[in-house]
């Protein structure tokens, strides 16, 4: 007991006297080196095995680093001296590291006024999936990626349209769409229960639809004169097509198939039960029924034929068509805005057609 205590003093006696020359700031940082060695000696229970954190080191690391070497030896670590100092050489290279990283090229964050475009599209018009949406933002020239739209509906909560996939026939009417026009009859019901014929027709190149009429009675005087008024109008376009594609239904006398053989246009017939082998006229007729007949009251002929001049005009005029990478029959793209402050400040008007059943923006005068 007695040697004991007397090594013990002359150890605390010797190790006041190692104080003496330190200056407080070192006095201050070894002693709060050792109370945070014991705060990590606590954290390790029932013989763990002791392991320091970044953190750890680098708390350390800050109040060791400029103590001489003889003082650190002296102090009762839990690590070598050199441990210590090899954390702080760690250090320092990480932080030079990260001064001379070159900054990270990515995609730029999208400004807020675009993000609550996408959802005022989206809210305006519940039928329109992000792909409908992407084009319509290219109409006004705004120059964002798709991905990028299904990403903001996605955080709202809105689930963006399927993707359609493409079939063998669809690549090969792309491959050959400057020559070949599609014409198709499809019918509606007036709200007196008439039943009424419309005949349109399309093209591939361009998507322009062309509506020759609607009738209760698709005689053969009536598919006459329109297909008459279709080759003037061909002529007076310059459009270049050398294929009619129609099915073989009995509505088409043999005088539609003789005027089109006179402007050297040549009539393929589809299959019987193949709407694929007329698919982007089938895809038409597809979104015509959903974007205007399936949503307005039919009252007569003369209605019908006001309504469809109108869809017209906006299918040509305004409407994105992803089949030709998003442009418009009659318009191209605009030049994409690039100017920052154009982008934050915008200023869309609406256009309402029908009512506002068909909507058409533009950037505001």
Not at 252 to 268: K, N, Q, R, S, W
Not at 291 to 305: A, G, K, S, V, Y
Request: aromatic share 6%.
């Amino acid at each position: 007991m007695l040697p004991r205590l007397a090594y013990l003093g002359v150890t605390n006696a010797l190790a006041m006297l190692r104080l003496l020359p330190m200056s407080d700031r070192a006095k201050d940082a070894e002693i709060l080196a050792l109370r945070h060695q014991i705060i990590v000696l606590e954290r390790q229970l029932h013989g763990q095995k002791i392991r320091f954190t970044p953190a750890d080191r680098a708390l350390l690391t800050a109040l060791l680093h400029r103590l001489p070497r003889a003082v650190l030896r002296q102090i009762r670590l839990l690590v070598r001296p050199e441990t210590v100092l090899r954390w702080h050489r760690d250090l320092i290279a990480a932080r030079h590291a990260r001064i001379s990283r070159p900054k990270r090229v990515g995609r730029p964050p999208t400004v807020r006024s675009i993000r609550a475009l996408v959802l005022r599209l989206a809210r305006e018009n519940s039928s329109w999936g992000y792909r409908r949406i992407h084009g319509e933002l290219l109409v006004l020239g705004i120059k964002v990626a798709a991905s990028t739209v299904w990403e903001i509906l996605n955080d709202a909560g809105i689930d963006p349209a399927p993707e359609r996939t493409s079939t063998t026939w669809t690549t090969f009417l792309r491959s050959q769409a400057e020559a070949i026009l599609t014409a198709d009859f499809f019918e509606t019901e007036t709200l007196t229960g008439a039943r009424m014929y419309i005949l349109a027709v399309i093209e591939h190149a361009t998507r322009r639809v062309r509506i020759l009429g609607a009738t209760a009675h698709p005689t053969a005087a009536w598919v006459t004169q329109a297909v008459r008024n279709l080759a003037m109008d061909l002529q007076d376009t310059g459009c270049q097509a050398r294929f009619l594609i129609r099915d073989r239904d009995g509505k088409y006398p043999a005088l539609f198939d003789t005027i089109l053989a006179d402007t050297g246009i040549e009539i393929v017939l589809s299959g019987v039960q193949m709407p694929r082998v007329n698919a982007v006229m089938e895809r038409w007729i597809q979104t015509c029924r959903r974007e205007l007949l399936d949503r307005t009251l039919i009252w007569n002929q003369p209605h019908l034929l006001h309504a469809l001049r109108q869809y017209e005009l906006h299918y040509n005029a305004h409407r994105p068509h992803r089949g030709i990478n998003n442009a418009r029959p009659l318009h191209p793209l605009p030049a994409p805005i690039t100017d920052p402050s154009t982008i934050t400040h915008l200023n869309l008007r609406r256009r309402d057609r029908l009512g506002g059943i068909l909507h058409e923006y533009e950037h505001a005068a």
